[in-house]
């Protein structure tokens, strides 16, 4: 089944330690990215990958790192995690291009609360 | 600075009614508007999307909308049915940077229930 998938689907932990949410998909896509979804928000992106090695920031990238070593694997990491990143995280790939033409396909989510 | 804005943030519809989302965009590089849905525990997923060459795009109950001159677009449910109920999400993009940067921008959201 053609599909990312997200681990951890919840995860509490306190301020300061750090924490990497994995994504891995398996259709081949080049494009992958990260969203947090927050009440009245919306979903706003924190970084993005154009292929493996590729990497840039999106709208909101502060307090995290991403890195694409592998095509399939995109890791989300909070090195020094704070209550402001208390979110619902979404990974998405999308075959090609970053525009969305091909739909970006998502995660099911994780749910971080940082304490 | 949200770049697209949608509207209403909630919305209850009676079963068979006709649900209305709005979206404005203020990007006029936007050519590609796509609309996901969301149910509850579940990623977003795309529902229907248009360009801005036609005016309106039918997909079964689900109709887009799009007045270029006003900048917006919105998403039409004829006939709502209780297994509408979810999260809505409008989203713009450029394709002329499809590969190189370009991203969809998503709206604030709008859940929808379908009252039976």
């Known amino acids: 089944e053609a599909q990312v998938t997200q681990n951890p689907r919840y995860l509490i932990t306190v301020t300061g330690k750090k924490l990497t949410v994995t994504c891995s998909q398996n259709?081949?896509?080049?494009?992958m990215s990260w969203y947090r979804q927050d009440p009245g928000l919306g979903l706003r992106q924190i970084y993005y990958?154009?292929?493996?090695?590729?990497?840039d920031k999106g709208d909101v990238p502060e307090g995290y790192k991403v890195s694409r070593k592998e095509k399939r694997n995109f890791p989300l990491i909070l090195e020094s995690p704070s209550p402001n990143q208390t979110s619902l995280y979404f990974c998405?790939?999308?075959?090609?291009?970053?525009?969305?033409?091909?739909?970006?396909?998502f995660g099911s989510g994780t749910r971080l609360t940082v304490v | 600075q949200q770049q697209v804005k949608q509207s209403p943030q909630s919305l209850i519809v009676q079963k068979g009614g006709i649900s209305i989302i709005n979206c404005a965009y203020e990007n006029t590089a936007f050519d590609y508007f796509p609309w996901y849905q969301q149910f509850p525990g579940k990623g977003p997923a795309l529902l229907i999307a248009i360009r801005p060459d036609v005016s309106e795009k039918k997909e079964g109950r689900f109709t887009i909308s799009f007045n270029k001159s006003a900048k917006q677009f919105s998403l039409h449910i004829m006939d709502s049915q209780p297994g509408d109920s979810a999260t809505y999400f409008c989203a713009a993009s450029s394709l002329l940077w499809e590969t190189s940067g370009s991203r969809l921008t998503f709206g604030e959201g709008t859940q929808l229930t379908v009252n039976p």
């Open positions: 998405a790939s999308s075959l090609s291009g970053s525009g969305g033409l091909y739909g970006y396909t």
């Open positions: 990958s154009m292929n493996v090695e590729v990497t």
């Open positions: 259709m081949n896509h080049e494009y």
